[in-house]
């Protein structure tokens, strides 16, 4: 059984040069989907819960499918896929200790909307509760634009992370990584069109992301995991086909690969994507009705929607994150 806290995967990925997938599950599906791109690619994994997904599938469910993949990955592909369950956006310290007590590797603590005192003081309360239980924290600093469960911050409500701000919260909080505000953003829409360019097709180019600040954040913690959040790509070809099947997301758009590739070169040892997730996945469905109106077995629309999930995934392991054989 390789459930697995994420601090030796940050390391070798720091070292060397990558980082690691942390994406978001709620069904078998997605589970499923991610898993086996994993394993066909011999990627470590980070596969992470929002409190909206415990909501939906409960915690018991996503921890069976969890131990579930990872016992499929044994026996068909006879090695131990290591995968990191990580609570993601935890806003309250109950909320943290519940995840630790249920089998969690890794959590966050999200102080990032409260003052830079109380986000100290409840995070170094969810570091000592975790680490006493050989569990891992990532806390925040800086806030993104964006949707996230039920809040939705403004772009004129965010706020990048002050570097200088950095070092007096790793060692006051003693957290395991820190996830920053450089530019990136939760959701599909990560920017208003005024806020971008339109190159010759006419699709929104966003601005890019503050490498200035990712450089003197990294300067000033040598060697410390950084995390970023918000960081699907938003891929146009799944925007086209959930618009030519009946969906309507006009001017989706999201952080451009090659940034997220530069960073994860970097100090950047763990991106976040959900938005892709739900992207893939609907595309092949929406697309599945509308080439099969007569379907209506939920295996024969999930079964695509499951593979497309795999397939983006097997993509961003190998061409954006770069981990793919580093398990
Ligand atoms: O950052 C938020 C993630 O995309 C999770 O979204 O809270 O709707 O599950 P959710
Ligand atoms: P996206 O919405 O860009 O996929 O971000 C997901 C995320 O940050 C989860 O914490
Ligand atoms: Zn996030």
């Avoid at 720091?14 to 069904?27: L, M, P, R, S």
């Avoid at 016992?71 to 990191?84: H, K, R």
């Amino acid at each position: 059984m390789a459930i697995v806290t994420s601090t030796e995967m940050f390391k070798k990925a720091y070292e060397g040069g990558y980082a690691i997938g942390a994406f978001n599950v709620n069904n078998m599906e997605i589970i499923q989907g991610i898993t086996e791109a994993a394993m066909e690619e011999r990627s470590p994994l980070i596969l992470q819960v929002s409190s909206g997904a415990r909501k939906y599938a409960k915690h018991v469910y996503l921890m069976k499918l969890i131990e579930a993949a990872i016992e499929d990955a044994e026996q068909s592909a006879g090695f131990d896929l290591p995968i990191c369950i990580h609570l993601d956006h935890g806003d309250t310290f109950e909320l943290c200790k519940s995840c630790i007590d249920g089998g969690f590797t890794s959590v966050m603590i999200d102080g990032s909307s409260k003052s830079f005192e109380d986000n100290i003081a409840l995070t170094r309360k969810v570091v000592e509760y975790a680490h006493d239980h050989g569990v891992v924290v990532e806390g925040e600093l800086g806030t993104l634009a964006g949707v996230e469960d039920d809040v939705n911050v403004s772009f004129e409500d965010s706020s990048y992370t002050r570097p200088e701000e950095v070092e007096e919260f790793v060692s006051k909080t003693g957290v395991d990584s820190l996830a920053i505000a450089i530019g990136t953003s939760h959701g599909a829409y990560k920017f208003t069109a005024d806020q971008c360019t339109r190159n010759e097709e006419g699709l929104l180019v966003p601005p890019p992301l503050r490498f200035d600040i990712l450089e003197e954040i990294a300067r000033r913690l040598p060697g410390f995991p950084i995390v970023l959040h918000g960081s699907s790509s938003v891929p146009q070809e799944f925007v086209k086909i959930i618009n030519e099947f009946g969906g309507k997301m006009p001017d989706a758009v999201g952080i451009p690969e090659s940034q997220l590739r530069q960073a994860a070169q970097g100090a950047v040892c763990k991106i976040n994507i959900d938005s892709d997730l739900r992207l893939a996945m609907t595309a092949s469905i929406r697309r599945h009705f509308g080439q099969h109106p007569d379907h209506f077995d939920p295996r024969q629309y999930l079964k695509p929607g499951r593979e497309s999930i795999k397939a983006m995934v097997r993509h961003k392991l190998v061409n954006v994150l770069g981990c793919a054989g580093k398990a």
